[in-house]
């Protein structure tokens, strides 16, 4: 549950967060109280120790004692005095054995140490006691206090933080799940907007009012990635319904005529000419499996592009030669000026060229020019192919290098007509090659322009 929630995983790392942090500083409070205890005790049993060594520069060791009894008894100290040979004084009901550990260490160091005798816990300092004037009359001496009382704090104390601490983590579990929860309500109510878009309705959107920066940008991200799968479906229901127009037709053909042929007895020139027919029609198939299947490969990037150098005003040149007698027919003069230098697959460039110069002589006026400009410039090279014909309306203009798509929605079919794949196909060959096709048309002139920038023209 916690690896797939969001909230829970959030929640649990800041009540983690949290418990650490509490714990840190409950671990702090008790080291300070601790050493603040052990301080005041330390200052007590110092104070007494220099109260005894002056005592016992003044007065006699039973006097000493006398006064040693007095002391303890209100303080809640105990004491023991012992000399190199033998114990001279020890408080009743206490073992020293513990707080003579290391005596001459603790001597030496003046440090105060924690002992424990028969569950009384406590504190004690060992000392010297020196009279002056009296060779080598020392006393070694351990004083100690008893500090039950501050353990006992300390042991209270310590069950008051660790219940605090429990307490506190569990509230921040609590309060840390209704934030996460909260904060996340925008991107709870974007899961819920985007469940109910599907195949069917692409038109819903993203919320992007009301909402953090950071989900209100993947909001903005989705709704773009939406738009273009939009735009996509689209265009691809529009291409089965195209491409199932564009099939039915010589299929339809082609059924009609062998049907009728076989209706009835023919003559042997009746079959030729229904066959001729026919053979007519699968040519009209196969170039669209073939402009299909071209298509295919340039939208995978599978176009496998030979390029060399190659003159541009002679390719131009030699499709003004191909097309000749067709531009005769309609009395169209062809015209080409400039002259550029490209490195480019021939056979695709030459196709691009033929699909545009073609689309050009069949919409152009008869008795009118088409002018073929190249332009070297210092960064790009431009090719520009001009007709005088129909201006194509705006509204179609946006759409004339989709697939199937023809200004004519008729989609009659003339002798020279396409199925409108050639702009699709020239558009993908000048991708290919990272130029650009554009298009503009206005007062009775149509001008395809193509675009190569230099610095991508790599042979390669």
């Known amino acids: 549950m916690l690896k797939h929630s969001l909230t829970l995983r959030i929640s649990f790392f800041f009540s983690l967060a949290i418990i650490i942090v509490l714990t840190g500083i409950a671990f702090l409070i008790n080291n300070a109280i601790e050493d603040h205890f052990v301080e005041q005790d330390k200052l007590v049993l110092e104070d007494k120790i220099s109260t005894l060594k002056e005592l016992y520069n003044e007065t006699a060791e039973d006097n000493l004692f006398s006064i040693i009894d007095s002391m303890q008894r209100h303080a809640g100290l105990v004491i023991l005095i012992k000399n190199e040979m033998q114990t001279l004084y020890s408080s009743e009901g206490v073992n020293f054995v513990q707080s003579n550990l290391g005596l001459k260490i603790n001597i030496q160091n003046k440090q105060a140490t924690t002992w424990e005798d028969g569950g009384n816990h406590y504190l004690s300092v060992n000392f010297i006691l020196e009279k002056s004037g009296e060779f080598n009359r020392m006393l070694i001496g351990t004083l100690a206090i008893n500090i039950n009382h501050h353990q006992q704090f300390l042991g209270v104390f310590n069950n008051i933080l660790i219940k605090f601490t429990i307490f506190a983590g569990v509230v921040s579990a609590l309060l840390g799940w209704l934030i996460t929860r909260q904060g996340l309500l925008p991107l709870i109510r974007l899961s819920e907007q985007a469940s109910i878009i599907s195949m069917k309705d692409l038109s819903r959107r993203m919320p992007t009012k009301q909402l953090p920066i950071e989900i209100q940008s993947l909001s903005y991200t989705l709704n773009n990635m939406l738009e273009r799968l939009e735009v996509a479906i689209e265009r691809l229901s529009n291409f089965s319904s195209d491409i199932a127009h564009e099939l039915r037709s010589p299929v339809n ?110 919409h152009s006026y008869e008795n009118s020019k088409i002018h073929v400009s190249i332009f070297d410039l210092p960064n790009s090279i431009s090719i520009d192919f001009e007709n005088q014909g129909n201006t194509i309306d705006k509204k179609d203009l946006i759409h004339l290098f989709e697939r199937f798509y023809r200004v004519d929605k008729s989609r009659t079919h003339g002798k020279h007509e396409g199925v409108g794949l050639g702009l699709a196909i020239t558009r993908s060959i000048i991708d290919a090659h990272n130029a650009t096709l554009s298009v503009c048309s206005e007062n009775k002139l149509t001008t395809f322009s193509i675009k190569f920038i230099k610095d991508k023209l790599i042979l390669k």
Do not use: P, W
């Open 253 to 362: 053909n082609l059924m009609t005529q062998t049907q009728v042929c076989l209706s009835k007895n023919r003559t042997s020139k009746e079959y030729v000419d229904i066959l001729a027919s026919n053979s007519e029609e699968y040519e009209r198939l196969s170039r669209m499996i073939t402009d299909m299947l071209f298509l295919a490969k340039s939208d995978n990037h599978h176009l496998m592009l030979t390029k060399k150098e190659l003159k541009i005003e002679q390719e131009v040149q030699d499709l003004f030669d191909f097309y000749e007698a067709l531009a005769e027919d309609k009395n169209i003069t062809l015209v080409i000026s400039g002259s550029a230098k490209i490195i480019a697959d021939q056979l695709m460039l030459r196709r691009a060229f033929s699909n545009i110069l073609s689309n050009a002589i069949r």
